[in-house]
């Protein structure tokens, strides 16, 4: 394989970080790699990568450090000697506090640093769609962009360090009710003999027709104004204590609708009783 990139190390091969270390080496890129379980490096070997002693080699070996491991503590570990000058590039899923604690501690031992969230499976790591995100200095990223590209779409979201975190909370709120959502329609049906499987193509188009509502909702949102152009709570309510009686007159499971009942009561009670389904945000932000 014909290296002509730049160098990169990858630290940590799990799923996702040996499907990171991959996509550099199938673009060019020399690759070291590093993991405490030396046998997840042996198909990466065999493939071009350089299989690093320790961490500290592999952070020598390249100006660019990607780390991709199990929490931030084990982030903090590998981390723990000189960086003189390496741009660490922490694809570790964690919270915005500690991305912040640990950009000071790498800028405190001569590195800079940038955090990201990968928003894909590691099966689509390399292609354009696998969307990693990412913060920090700004610098650093345009310094690396084309490099990190490698990877995937990538999104720059800012100068905070804790953005990508934040972000990547955001989205997996936001993919867990999708989920918890199908999964629940998905159980009322089955009490009718419906499979999850006919049940496609309705909550695909559903799902569809929410996603070409949120241009609008999120200006809502963001000016705290909330027509009911497509109905009001009040309106809302009464389907949702429909959905409640009928869950529990088949025997299925209704906390969900009854979380998102009570969520609305709320918004009805402080005056939203005629206001669109936006209001509700103004529950979510509260503490």
């Not at 001569?110 to 913060?135: F, K, R």
């Amino acid at each position: 394989m014909m290296h002509t990139g730049t160098p990169v190390t990858v630290l940590g091969l799990g799923l996702m970080g040996g499907a990171l270390a991959g996509a550099f080496l199938r673009a060019g890129h020399p690759t070291t790699v590093w993991n405490r379980t030396t046998a997840k490096a042996d198909d990466l070997v065999a493939r071009g990568a350089e299989l690093a002693a320790s961490p500290a080699a592999a952070i020598a070996s390249a100006p660019l450090v990607v780390v991709c491991m199990s929490d931030y503590d084990a982030v903090a570990d590998v981390l723990g000697g000189p960086l003189d000058g390496r741009v660490v590039v922490n694809l570790t899923s964690g919270t915005p506090s500690r991305a912040r604690a640990l950009a000071q501690e790498v800028a405190h031992r001569g590195g800079g640093y940038l955090d990201g969230g990968i928003m894909a499976v590691p099966e689509a790591v390399g292609t354009t769609d696998a969307v990693l995100v990412y913060s920090g200095p700004r610098p650093l990223y345009d310094a690396h962009e084309s490099t990190l590209g490698t990877l995937g779409t990538g999104l720059y979201l800012g100068d905070d360090a804790g953005l990508s975190a934040t972000h990547e909370m955001a989205t997996l709120v936001l993919i867990w009710g999708m989920l918890d959502g199908f999964l629940n329609g998905a159980a009322i049906l089955g009490t009718a003999g419906v499979s999850a499987t006919a049940y496609l193509p309705l909550a695909q188009t559903a799902i569809g027709t929410v996603a070409g509502w949120l241009p609008g909702y999120a200006r809502q949102a963001d000016n705290g104004v909330y027509p009911a152009d497509d109905g009001t709570i009040d309106t809302h309510l009464t389907a949702m204590a429909q959905v409640i009686q009928e869950s529990e007159s088949l025997g299925v499971n209704a906390e969900l609708p009854r979380l998102v009942k009570s969520l609305a009561e709320r918004a009805a009670a402080a005056g939203h009783g005629a206001s669109g389904y936006v209001a509700l945000v103004e529950r979510f932000r509260e503490p």
